[in-house]
């Protein structure tokens, strides 16, 4: 079966522009994730914002994505990948435009759940849609250009920051420079929406809902007609098999498993310290004795990194495989934390240390934990429940990122920057050892052979 279908004449041409339009869903997850980050300093000025208030204003977005996350696999059972990635949109751009005109700190945490809701719908059905289109050879780099698009947002949000806080005074920072910095998210969100609608419906979707004719012709379009055939009958036997797509399924023997690599894995994706980075930058930097402007410019350099070497990891990850690529990345977020940590610790934080070495960790993070936990989400669960199961796991990823959002500045003001990174690091060699000991291969492997695998633990 492996040889036939390697054999095949993949119409790789369609299927990278389908996955890149539906990437585009990522792109407005990393602006909407790391837009905070440059207007959060100008809004504790403008809303007098303490600690405790700080931390909900950043972590408000992701209230909005767990429920988002939460809701995301049900609706997208019942009404297809395509029409919920549609909706994330709208309320994306939507939250875009409440998120820069209020009047008060209440009317602004509202806007922000609302894109949020949104940001985990589409965090949700991105990898599951392009895990449902992309053939098994070529799976891992597609699925992983989401991810690629989500450092792209973060990337280009940074810039966007940079830009639009010296476009002014520091007075006019602090009353309208936040307010460009969110309401050009909808210049993403209406180009999500737009080009959504040429993109095909998931075939594994259409034929769930017994549309055999229109599945068979986006596989078609894939694979070519003889493969788009045999991987139908594949889909069917599958569906067949696992009849009602019940939550309950996955409390069974082997699938237990397989819910719990895809939920530890998710929070340990968050609570490795990534995004207290990626939103906090430029207020880390500042503990480094670095002014506001040279803040900012070291976050440029955080995301130029993280673009970077997401590339690299499209490139390695079906090449090296999921697990290898998980154990050197962590391994070296593990050692990158410990040793800003204890930077901070001893005080040698004035020279290029802590820059460095949270350089690296980014570095390791973009071609590990980043994409490769998105794409082990999408691959590892039945069809008839993936959508609800993966809908589980985003749960819990956006859970343990509201928990580190909310958390860290309480931290970083409570028990020093230095021991704050050193829990981060405990917790990247948690990652390390759960990978060793539990996350299995799937490189190369369709959806349903991955399927199988859980069979063998049951």
């Known amino acids: 079966m492996n040889g036939t279908r390697h054999r095949t004449t993949v119409n790789l041409s369609f299927v990278t ?21 440059g207007a959060i300093g100008f809004m504790q000025q403008k809303f007098a914002l303490g600690s405790v ?22 609706l997208s059972d019942k009404y297809g990948r395509k029409g919920m990635l549609i909706v994330a949109a709208i309320l994306f751009s939507l939250g875009s435009i409440g ?24 965090s949700t059905l991105v990898p599951l849609y392009i895990a449902e289109i992309a053939p098994a ?36 920072d602090v009353s309208s420079a936040w307010r460009w910095m969110f309401g050009l998210g909808l210049i993403p969100g209406m180009a999500f929406m737009i080009l959504l609608s040429f993109v095909p419906k998931s075939p594994r979707w259409l034929q769930k809902q017994s549309k055999s004719d229109l599945a068979l012709q986006v596989l078609e379009r894939i694979n070519g007609k003889q493969q788009a055939e045999i991987e139908l009958r594949q889909i069917e036997q599958s569906i067949r098999k696992e009849s009602a797509g019940s939550i309950r399924q ?36 500042k503990q ?52 800003v940590g204890y930077a901070f610790h001893t005080g040698n934080t004035h020279g290029p240390v802590v820059l460095v070495f949270i350089l690296l960790f980014v570095a390791a993070f973009a071609v590990s934990m980043g994409p490769i936990v998105w794409l082990v989400i999408a691959e590892i669960f039945p069809t008839s429940i ?69 069979d063998a633990v049951s």
């Open 17 to 37: 522009l389908v996955s890149i339009v539906a990437a585009l869903g990522g792109l407005l997850f990393g602006y909407d994730t790391a837009v905070i980050s």
């Open 53 to 74: 208030m700080t931390g909900w204003v950043v972590s408000s977005l992701l209230v909005g994505a767990i429920v988002g996350a939460g809701i995301a696999g049900v």
């Open 99 to 122: 998120s820069a005109i209020p009047s008060a700190i209440s009317e602004f945490v509202a806007a922000r759940i609302l894109g949020g809701i949104g940001i985990g719908i589409s």
């Open 137 to 172: 050879k070529y799976r891992g780099r597609l699925v992983s250009l989401n991810q690629l698009a989500v450092v792209i947002g973060i990337s280009a949000i940074y810039f966007v920051n940079r830009s639009v806080a010296n476009a002014g005074t520091p007075a006019w």
């Open 250 to 285: 996955l409390f069974k023997p082997g699938m237990r498993v397989a819910l719990w690599v895809g939920v530890v894995l998710a929070v340990l994706q968050q609570v490795t310290g990534i995004n207290a980075i990626m939103y906090y930058a430029p207020e880390i930097f």
């Open 288 to 339: 480094t004795g670095a002014g506001t402007n040279a803040s900012l410019t070291e976050t440029i350099i955080v995301g130029a990194v993280n673009l970077v070497f997401t590339i690299v990891a499209l490139w390695l990850i079906d090449k090296v495989g999921r697990k290898a690529l998980l154990l050197v990345g962590t391994a070296v977020m593990t050692i990158s934390l410990f040793v």
């Open 386 to 454: 993936r959508g609800r199961a993966t809908a589980v796991a985003s749960v819990a990823l956006w859970a343990a990122d509201y928990l580190v959002s909310q958390t860290f500045p309480i931290l970083l003001g409570g028990t020093g920057p230095s021991m704050t990174f050193w829990v981060f690091a405990l917790l990247s060699l948690v990652a390390f050892v759960f990978t060793l000991k539990v996350v299995p291969e799937t490189k190369e492997k369709s959806l349903e052979e991955i399927e199988h695998l859980w």
